[in-house]
């Protein structure tokens, strides 16, 4: 989740509770609201990694679709 302390219509304090509810979540504070629209790298770079991250666990876990290709290979 992106979240930024200066938003007046969603605490921050909502998402640190949405993050603490959800396995695997991850808070990210955005420096402003801008900060996605015009200097997303930072952003960008934290996404991508969590995506990895995701995917890779999904991929060697039990039942994950690299364990079905290994196991049909």
Not at 42 to 51: Q, T, Y
């Amino acid at each position: 989740m992106i979240a930024h302390t200066l938003d007046p219509l969603h605490a921050f304090a909502d998402s640190e509770a949405v993050v603490r509810d959800l396995p695997n979540a991850r808070l990210v504070r955005a420096r402003t609201f801008l900060e996605i629209r015009f200097a997303p790298g930072r952003l960008s770079a934290e996404v991508a990694d969590f995506l990895d991250e995701v995917w890779s666990q999904r991929s060697e876990g039990p039942g994950g679709r690299g364990a079905a290709r290994g196991a049909s290979a």
